[in-house]
């Protein structure tokens, strides 16, 4: 479950990717400063607690433009001193009322963000989305299973103000050509 | 114990099937009889069975270096454990911030109950490696024991892995983990967490916040 010298071993593991990767280092520069720039602190801005108001899509990936509105707080608190947080959701909507947690934590060798998401109802872990922020919008992406099928979900933070911001939650059926809005949140301050 | 089963059904072949059958009905009356028993059990509400790790705890750890290799050698070392209540204790976070002789270590034990199979889950992150992990161990309260399972890659080789937690006095608990190459028929603990309660309260306070809280305390006693 928990390994002390997982550490030792991404190190290792880098090691072996970044030989693997020396006849392409001219090439990749750009790449490699854009993966390599520090983004521990793209989250700062989420801490705190905030009102939040959802539109889920029913159907998403349809041509059915069915939702349901709901409408909670939010509550955004620090981990070991604000390198990772912990993200508490309450929301009512027509079905009652709703739970939910995410863990956010960043990989400072993968230079990436994870976001585990899970539902009161279910009490279990599912795999996570990863990726990370640019030019002030936050990315995250997941393969999730619709219906039976595998799909891409993408989770974006964007119009990022001191105030508020949005989040949205895509899904795309073709690798990522085309995005599907399935979820959204207008999240505004309430306390810091 | 299998291998008996299997001596007396190839026994039975020289003799006539019949006279098992009232064996057969036993057996199927004591397997009836178990499973009611099991159902039991899991229909048991234990969103609360981690009630008494809510607190600040100061701790002291240990850990075998190389765990499934006959090694006995052991580094140990001290930090504080913050376990706060999420959901109103349907799911926990323990925070850990410590120093170990191979650097400072922080790490989250995050564990969320299921209302439907009534079994806890448990998965953990550093801030080394900044990402859960693939697996999670699965468990539930029994014999007061929290023990939640899975099966992982050790040097190549599945092996199943056990993490425990369970209370130790009113002011105390454990929690431990134990690896087992041999199908959980026997198991090597190699890392064990004892801590000490400081306090009911799960506020994080800043360092520095709390050392003048304690100087004001002090200058303000006679």
């Keep these: 479950v928990f390994r002390y010298f997982r550490l030792a071993s991404h190190i290792a593991a880098a090691a072996v990717l970044v030989c693997a990767n020396c006849a392409l280092a001219a090439e990749s520069t750009p790449t490699q400063a854009a993966i390599a720039r520090d983004g521990a602190h793209d989250f700062d801005f989420d801490f705190g607690v905030w009102h939040t108001e959802i539109t889920r899509r029913l159907h998403p990936l349809s041509d059915s433009s069915e939702s349901m509105k709901l409408s909670g707080t939010v509550t955004i608190r620090k981990v070991w001193g604000g390198k990772a947080q912990l993200e508490e959701i309450e929301a009512d909507g027509p079905k009652g009322h709703w739970e939910g947690m995410s863990l956010f934590l960043y990989d400072p060798v993968a230079h990436q963000w994870s976001q585990t998401f899970i539902g009161a109802a279910s009490g279990v872990f599912l795999p996570g989305f990863v990726g990370s922020f640019n030019d002030g919008r936050g990315e995250l992406f997941q393969q999730d299973t619709l219906d039976g099928r595998s799909v891409l979900v993408r989770a974006t933070w964007s119009d990022i103000t001191p105030n508020s911001h949005k989040y949205e939650e895509h899904y795309s059926a073709d690798g990522g050509k085309t995005w599907s809005l399935s979820f959204s949140a207008l999240k505004t301050r309430i306390r810091s | ?222």
């Design chain 2, 1 to 222: 114990m299998i291998r008996n089963a299997a001596r007396r059904i190839h026994r039975g072949n020289t003799t006539t099937r019949l006279q098992y059958l009232p064996i057969l009905g036993a057996l199927w009356l004591a397997a009836l009889l178990s499973i009611s028993a099991v159902a039991r059990a899991d229909s048991r509400d234990g969103s609360h069975d981690f009630d008494f790790t809510f607190g600040t705890w100061t701790e002291h750890s240990r850990r075998l270096l190389h765990p499934l290799s006959g090694s006995n050698e052991w580094v140990g070392w001290d930090g504080r454990t913050v376990v706060r209540k999420i959901w109103g204790g349907r799911a926990n976070m323990a925070e850990f911030k410590g120093d170990t002789p191979s650097g400072p270590l922080q790490l989250v034990a995050l564990r969320v109950y299921s209302p439907t199979s009534h079994q806890w889950s448990l998965n953990f992150a550093t801030s080394k490696v900044g990402k859960l992990g693939d697996i999670s161990g699965v468990g539930e309260l029994k014999d007061g024991r929290i023990d939640f399972y899975d099966q992982e890659p050790f040097n190549g080789r599945a092996i199943l892995v056990r993490f425990s937690v369970y209370s130790t006095g009113p002011n105390t608990h454990v929690s431990e983990q134990a690896y087992s190459a041999d199908g959980g028929k026997t198991w090597e603990v190699n890392w064990v967490n004892r801590y000490t309660l400081e306090s009911r309260n799960t506020e994080p306070v800043e360092e520095g916040t709390a050392l003048r809280e304690q100087g004001r305390r002090r200058s303000a006693s006679p």
